[in-house]
């Protein structure tokens, strides 16, 4: 399928915002979404709208084949051992939380270290700063290098006998890093440690392989990756996820209920209370069927392509600074000189150019970067090299108004 083919796919791309033609460069935040999935979603509320696990009528059944037969499809995507093993979430934030308040609760004590590193998203911070309150532990951060990427050096000074669980992300929303999970986690399982993955920037860009990997859990988002808002992932190892409680009771989740005591499920489901993001998962099984007939290498070659197209034409403009290390995934994250950020993107909108300003969710990142705030451009399968051109010229345009006293 080449570009034109794909960008076809997207009818959300034929508009034409403040009278220009869209160009979309905020895929990190979230990406545009195909027909496939639109009419995925569509035909489920108009043909079989049903709860799902509970009835024996048609419907039901439909609706609970076309759910659990996403789960399957996402076993399969990130090369998980059994559906067990995949939960359904409201998001990668939902799933971070799930283990730190899960897992945590249940196997963190005073004096023991919970190690994460500078570039999280906020999602893969504030959860172990909650778990570390209740239960005492301790959370250290890995330093990065000066280009913002990881130093296994650094990762194993800073992993001791003490860490209970190391939590990374396997690609910086920021930076672009691309970090070295496979050797993290060897690290981390060295010295008694789980590996938490932070999949949400990774898992639409390239393949995830958790058996390679290693990994303990891994989280991500169905929404930056062609599907719909509101349903993630959340992968564990089922010997883990077996010992763990769940932290939402109630419906579905339950095997028996009695008056003083109930009990619950098997996995997944008893980690999935409630009636279930059926729409969502049926969405992203769609999305999931649509980057597999491109192709996540074709998908990654594409991107690699742009990112080091957009370096060399953005790096020729007087006063911009880029962050991030030379070798990173499809995103760059930037500053012009005596502009802020949200001027940069106010002007850029103007041309019909979307770019995300701000912290990005990344205030200790921030701050290591000595900046308040950063605009960034992110690339993805529906991107073209004449709409990086268009940014370079928006961004000489903003140069100039800005220059000109306005």
């Known amino acids: 399928m080449n570009i034109k083919d794909i960008r076809s796919m997207f009818p959300i791309l034929e508009q034409k915002v403040n009278g220009k033609q869209l160009v979309y460069l905020d895929s990190a935040a979230t990406s545009q979404k195909p027909v496939p999935v639109i009419e995925a979603i569509d035909r489920y509320y108009r043909e079989y709208n049903s709860n799902v696990h509970r ?11 076309g759910y659990e037969n996403a ?56 959860p172990w700063q909650q778990i570390a309150k209740v239960t005492g532990a301790t959370l250290k951060y890995i330093p990065l290098q000066e280009d913002g990427s990881i130093a296994l050096a650094d990762v194993e000074a ?59 859990f891994l989280a991500f988002s169905g929404h930056k990756m062609c599907g719909p808002t509101g349903i993630g992932v959340l992968y564990g190892k089922k010997a883990l996820l077996d010992k763990m409680e769940p932290i939402e009771t109630g419906g579905e989740m339950i095997d028996f209920v009695g008056l003083y005591e109930s009990s619950w499920k098997e996995l997944p489901w008893k980690f999935e209370a409630g009636t279930p993001i059926i729409a969502g998962a049926i969405g992203l099984g769609a999305a999931i069927d649509f980057l597999e007939e491109i192709g996540l290498d074709n ?55 979307a770019v995300r300003a701000g912290h990005h969710c990344a205030q200790p990142l921030m701050k290591w970067l000595k900046v308040s705030a950063t605009a960034r451009a992110s690339f993805y399968l529906y991107n073209t090299e004449a709409e990086i051109d268009k940014l370079v010229e928006g961004l000489i345009k903003t140069k100039e108004y800005f220059s000109n006293g306005f």
């Open 299 to 353: 998908i990654a070659k594409h991107e690699h392509k742009l990112v080091d197209y957009a370096v060399e034409r953005l790096s020729t403009i007087d006063g911009f600074t880029m962050y991030g290390p030379k070798q990173r995934a499809g995103l760059v994250t930037f500053n012009v000189e005596d502009v802020h950020p949200h001027d940069v993107a106010t002007v850029l909108d103007a041309e019909g150019i």
């Open 55 to 65: 009835g024996v009528h048609t419907l039901g059944t439909r609706a609970t084949d």
């Open 158 to 216: 800073t992993v001791t006998n003490n860490t209970k669980i190391v939590s990374v992300m396997l690609v910086s929303n920021v930076l672009g890093s691309i970090n070295p999970i496979k050797e993290i986690t060897e690290i981390a399982h060295r010295n008694g440690a789980i590996m938490v993955v932070d999949g949400a920037q990774a898992a639409p860009h390239m393949k995830i392989d958790v058996k390679s990997l290693d990994c303990d």
């Open 71 to 126: 789960r399957e499809k996402v076993r399969k995507f990130i090369n998980a051992s059994s559906i067990q093993e995949v939960i359904f979430t409201r998001g990668t934030t939902t799933a971070l939380n799930l283990v730190a308040t899960s897992y945590g609760r249940d196997n963190l004590q005073e004096g023991d270290e919970i190690v994460i590193t500078y570039m999280e998203h906020h999602a893969n911070i504030i």
